[in-house]
């Protein structure tokens, strides 16, 4: 598979990576490059073989369900988590108006 | 089953509705699925935000196990499979809501499987008969956070304290063909929730909340195009959601138009749905395994502790009611509907039947009648609810002794509940000092009964010639004689026996 | 008196221990170390000078009070600029996180203070780790310390543990944590004489590491020696209720159970790994590591991986999509940079920012992890990947029936100068195609300097062991050390 211009500027578009004509057209041929190399893959023959899930075995531990019990794992702590906002406003984080 | 015969009458003949629902119901849980944070509603802007939610740098997720218990728990009140292997996937895109640029979600191995619910026929609804709808999945998700939109000229503030809530996707098959379907599947599902106590039901906090998707066929036709209306927050507005985008599908259709596969929002303020334009870009959401999880593997102990914490669920407590306590089906669905009810009932029920020294079963349909028709009119009188009814169930169990022990008439009853309210006494004491207790001598009341009858002597000629309705006449003389005190059963048998 | 700065994890922490010299005299000399190095070296973002001293400080006064100094106590580390670091600005070399200062710190961070370690600085390295040769920091190159003799062609020092390899070559610091994604420990130590540990996979916490791609990387260690890696990694590792795919294991006492005796033990050589127009110099360093693992003890045996040519197109589909996710929260909402041009809106400035704070590489890795995860891709690209993946897995699980350890070449060249492959990404990729394997499977891996090539330049061996069996890895490692006796350093020009 193969991408054109297009498909190239509808992937940065997914990705929310703004880029120019210029760069857009320099993206076509370095992905395509790449994506024919990967395609290579093809070529294995995974049948009856399961995706990899867990690199080593081992199995999802759940945590207990109370609040606060590691401060770096829990909330009240507003200041820290809006001490590097780019628009901090009354507690809020402010990103450019929303219109739904 | 039976058919909906709802029905839209279009231009070019009557159209089917069906409708789906995937209904996100908020875990109820002290810290969020995957963070320490509370949960807890009302708190200030991002204050119950960990580093974890505001997706910092490096951060990284950790289940809640009681998250996974509930759904589990539920997926069990619904006879659903419970999937012993399950794993969590990324849904990515960008909303100033979202943190991480992507949601915690379960697409492609959800944690509970096929399930089904019932709902009870309501012919008022034109449900006809009990109705089973399916249940697709279950799957656990976070939610995202809060945007608010008219605090500043130029921007909208983010609060992050929901950010990372457990919630509960609750996916129906498109089972249902009438909003008064999609009204009582959405009502049957927050009592089940209710019950299990995986979900506090609560629409008005948004801790339950409905995606709608709606389409119209001619009857027989193959499904149509849907589209799905998010986040509706009451049963109220479902249905009206349900029925306007029905009735606008139809119109577009039959105008030749075609119907565009779309999310859109509900506005309650006009009862009607409108194409939601910032979600519209055509979303491509990339789902993959977190790789920050490993796969969800539940083992049988685990399983065994959540099926043997579940509660008598609401069916089966009604088919109790019915064929245990002989109660009709009606009073059965009513105290069965909400858990709490059941609750205060069965509470209820004991204390009357150690009041009276007789067996449950056997005061029963007294104790659901008075409750239903009594207790439930005056504090609804009022504005009061069961949780903060000043009449215990202790004292609702003495009332009831005075009336089954024939100490008081089921018309002193009303009035001594109406004191009880107003005053907070018990009813013992209410009738001691009204002097409200029932006079069952049978001298006094013959007494009576012959002074009546001596007033009304026309009265009695004409019962004698065949006018047998004024037995009635008679009867309502005689107590209000008595100042309602007589036992009308006694009364009833001495007029009977005097006139012959 | 020996120059402090020529002395490693052990000797610092034994010689702060007896007191024949504090911990502050040996921060300060680090300290200069790194301040008359950086302009042209580049290796640290950020250099926290009185965060050395301050650790010593604490350290000497232990020491004065009698009590414990810790396993790195009085050892001043540099730091990889993708462990968040509490007060001090963590980049991961992005622009898009320039000026963010974390307020939590790292995991394997907070462990080696605890440790006794003190912390010389925030080391350089590719954005987001994201490259072999620490061309794509948004702060500028590393530069390595060593140069071909006659030439004053700037070489790469590796990547993405570039800032960690360069620190420890030049005698900035004595060891250095590093994270390894596809070889960014190993392939950077190859390049620079130094030692390098990719331990297996959730032994080390990523809490607090920036992510790139999650179901790969894992912190590690560096140093000059195998030894001082030991230390270093016992201090580090541990489990973490704070990262779920942190592994609920004691942490050996790796430093204890060191022994280059290798008899009794296989040792492994992949066939595969003979690829087409590999260097001489390559192969001859590959055979003379043979040779002294036999002479070590081991018995030597052929094995087949036959998935290896895929590991590496495996790696650039699960990698970036993974990435692709991982560094979607850089959005300018929260954090970092936020560009919002006028009257832009929310999805504008997602865009503009993102188009203004990651490196061409970050956004060429982005891309791909985006299209191979995109609809009516998936199944062809990631799953696929995943699949061969665990055949990968397979394949050393096979191989492990026979054997104890494998051995193999670090990277297929010694170190290239700057720019030489900046063109060519897939060049590049191919550098990282003896490491790579290894990450898929989650095993631990370790280069050790081996030699130098005709032109002087360090060539490194790696030892993969089975999972969990670090103690294999290290000893390993330990029996080609004590006989490759390598002791050569760059020559001080900077
Ligand atoms: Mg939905
Ligand atoms: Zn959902």
Redesign the interface.
């Given at each position: 598979m193969s991408v054109d211009t297009a498909t190239v500027a509808k992937i940065a578009s997914l990705a929310r990576i703004k880029v120019s004509e210029a760069e857009l057209e320099g993206m076509v041929p370095e992905l395509n490059g790449i994506l024919a190399w990967v395609e290579q893959l093809g070529e294995v023959d995974v049948t009856g073989v399961e995706p990899m899930t867990a690199v080593i075995p081992n199995q999802l531990r759940l945590r207990a369900d109370v609040i606060d019990a590691d401060p770096l794992t829990g909330g009240g702590r507003r200041d820290a988590v809006l001490a590097n906002a780019p628009a901090p406003e009354h507690g809020f984080f402010g990103v450019p108006k929303v219109i739904e | 089953m039976t058919e909906s015969t709802y029905r839209i009458q279009g231009a070019t003949g009557d159209w089917e509705v069906v409708i789906g629902l995937e209904v996100h119901a908020q875990v109820t849980s002290n810290s969020k699925l995957f963070s320490g944070a509370a949960t807890a509603f009302g708190a200030e802007p991002n204050a119950q935000v960990s580093l974890i939610d505001a997706a910092m740098p490096g951060m990284l997720p950790v289940p809640n196990a009681e998250c996974i218990r509930q759904a589990v728990r539920t997926g069990m009140a619904i006879d659903a499979q419970i999937n012993k292997w399950s794993r969590f996937d990324r849904k990515n895109y960008f909303y100033a809501d979202l943190p991480q640029g992507y949601q915690i979600s379960q697409l492609y191995h959800p944690i509970v499987g096929e399930g089904s619910l019932t709902i009870e026929a309501d012919e008022k609804a034109g449900i006809l008969e009990e109705k089973t709808f399916g249940v697709e999945r279950i799957h656990v998700e976070q939610d995202a956070g809060k945007l608010m939109h008219d605090q500043h000229p130029t921007m909208s503030y983010v609060d992050l304290n929901r950010s990372g809530v457990a919630l509960m996707e609750i996916v129906s098959r498109p089972d249902m063909r009438s909003p008064a379907e999609a009204g009582a599947y959405l009502r049957k599902l927050r009592s089940i929730l209710r019950y299990v106590g995986s979900c506090d039901g609560n629409m008005e906090e948004g801790s339950m909340r409905a995606d709608v998707n709606v389409s119209v066929r001619k009857v027989g036709d193959e499904l149509g195009t849907r589209t799905e209306t998010k986040n509706v927050n009451s049963v109220r507005f479902v249905m009206q959601a349900i029925e306007h985008e029905a009735y606008r599908q139809v119109d577009v259709l039959e105008s030749g138009g075609k119907i565009v596969q779309e999310t859109r929002l509900f506005d309650p303020t006009t009862g009607t749905t409108r194409s939601m334009r910032s979600k519209e870009d055509a979303h491509d959401y990339r789902y993959f395994p977190d790789p920050d999880l490993l796969p969800l593997i539940l083992e049988d102990a685990f399983l065994e502790d959540c099926r043997a914490s579940l509660p008598e669920l609401p069916d089966a407590k009604r088919k109790r009611y019915i064929g245990d306590l002989g109660l009709s089906a009606y009073n059965a669905a009513v105290l069965t509907a909400e858990a709490e009810t059941a609750r205060w009932f069965e509470v209820l029920l004991a204390k009357a039947a150690a009041a009276q020294g007789k067996s449950e079963s056997d005061v029963a349909k007294q104790t659901a009648n008075w409750l239903i028709s009594d207790l439930f009119g005056a504090l609804n009188k009022v504005g009061q609810s069961l949780e903060d009814s000043p009449v215990t169930q202790e004292k609702g169990a003495d009332l009831l002794a005075l009336v089954g022990k024939g100490t008081i008439s089921g018309s002193i009853a009303k009035q001594v509940l109406e004191l009880m309210l107003e005053t907070g006494d018990t009813a013992t004491a209410i009738v001691e000092r009204e002097g409200l207790k029932q006079e069952s001598d049978t001298g006094a009341i013959e007494a009576k009964v012959d002074e009546i009858l001596a007033a009304n002597a026309d009265k009695v000629e004409q019962y004698r010639a065949g006018k047998v309705a004024l037995f009635g006449f008679f009867v309502g003389q005689t107590m209000k004689a008595m100042a309602g005190k007589g036992n009308p059963q006694v009364v009833n048998e001495i007029l009977k026996t005097k006139l012959g | 008196m020996t120059d402090l700065t020529d002395l490693g994890v052990a000797a610092i922490r034994d010689g702060v221990a007896t007191g024949a010299f504090s911990a502050v005299e040996v921060a300060e000399a680090f300290n200069a170390n790194v301040a008359a190095a950086q302009d042209a070296l580049n290796a640290f973002i950020v250099a926290t000078p009185e965060k050395a001293i301050e650790a010593a400080q604490a350290t000497d006064a232990k020491r004065a009070a009698g009590e414990d100094l810790g396993k790195m106590g009085g050892v001043p580390i540099g730091m990889k600029d993708l462990?968040?670091t509490f007060g001090v600005q963590?980049t991961?070399a992005s622009h898009i996180?320039e000026?963010?200062?974390?307020?939590?710190e790292?995991s394997v961070s907070q462990k080696l203070w605890d440790a006794g370690a003190g912390m010389l600085g925030k080391l350089n390295l590719d954005q987001f780790a994201m490259g072999s040769s620490n061309e794509t920091s948004y702060f500028g190159n590393v530069i390595s310390p060593w140069k071909r003799p006659g030439s004053n062609a700037q070489l790469a020092p590796g990547g993405s543990s570039g800032g960690s390899s360069a620190a420890i070559a030049a005698r900035l610091c004595p060891a250095a944590t590093g994270t390894d994604t596809g070889g960014s420990i190993r392939q950077p130590a190859a390049f620079t004489g130094i030692s390098g540990i990719k331990p297996?996979?959730?032994r080390c916490s990523?809490?607090?590491?920036?992510?790139f791609?999650?179901?790969?990387d894992q912190p590690g260690a560096m140093a000059r020696d195998v030894t001082d890696c030991a230390i270093m990694l016992e201090s580090m590792a541990g489990f973490d209720?704070?990262?779920?795919?942190s592994?609920?294991l004691a942490v050996p006492e790796w430093t204890a159970a060191l022994s280059a005796d290798l008899k009794g033990k296989t040792v492994g050589i992949p066939r595969e790994y003979r690829v087409d127009g590999m260097p001489a110099e390559i192969d001859a360093v590959w055979e003379q590591g043979i040779a002294w693992l036999k002479d070590a003890g081991a018995t030597v045996l052929e094995v087949s991986l036959p998935?290896t040519k895929?590991a590496l197109?495996?790696y650039?589909?699960i990698a970036p999509?993974?990435a692709?996710?991982n560094?979607?929260?850089y959005?300018?909402?929260?954090?970092?940079?936020?560009d919002?041009p006028e009257g832009?809106?929310?999805?504008?400035?997602?865009?503009?920012t993102?188009?203004a704070g990651?490196g061409p590489e970050v956004?060429?890795r982005?891309?791909?992890g985006?299209?191979?995860?995109?609809?009516g891709?998936?199944d062809?690209?990631?799953?696929?990947?995943?699949?061969?993946?665990?055949?990968i897995?397979r394949d050393f699980e096979q191989a492990f029936e026979q054997v104890d350890v494998l051995l193999t070449p670090t990277a297929p060249s010694a170190a290239f100068a700057l720019g030489e492959n900046v063109d060519d990404?897939?060049a590049m990729y191919l550098n990282d195609v003896f490491t790579v394997p290894a990450s898929?499977?989650?095993l631990p891996a370790m280069s050790v300097p081996a030699g130098l090539d005709a032109q002087g330049l360090p060539l490194g061996l790696q030892i993969i062991g089975r999972?969990?069996d670090e103690q294999g890895v290290l000893n390993a490692a330990l029996a080609i050390e004590s006989r490759a006796q390598f002791t050569a350093k760059p020559e001080r020009w900077w």
């Open positions: - | - | 462990f968040a963590t991961a996180l000026g963010f200062v974390p307020q939590y790292s297996t996979y959730g990523r809490w607090g590491v920036v992510a791609a999650s179901s790969l209720p704070k990262d779920a795919t592994l609920d998935h895929y197109p495996t650039y589909i999509a993974e692709s996710s560094l979607a929260r959005d300018g909402v929260r954090y970092g940079l936020r919002l832009a809106g929310l999805q504008d400035m997602y865009a503009a993102r188009a990651f956004k060429r982005i891309m791909i985006t299209y191979v995860l995109s609809a891709f998936y062809a690209y990631y799953t696929q990947a995943q699949k061969v993946r665990t055949l897995a990404p897939l898929l499977a989650g999972p969990l």
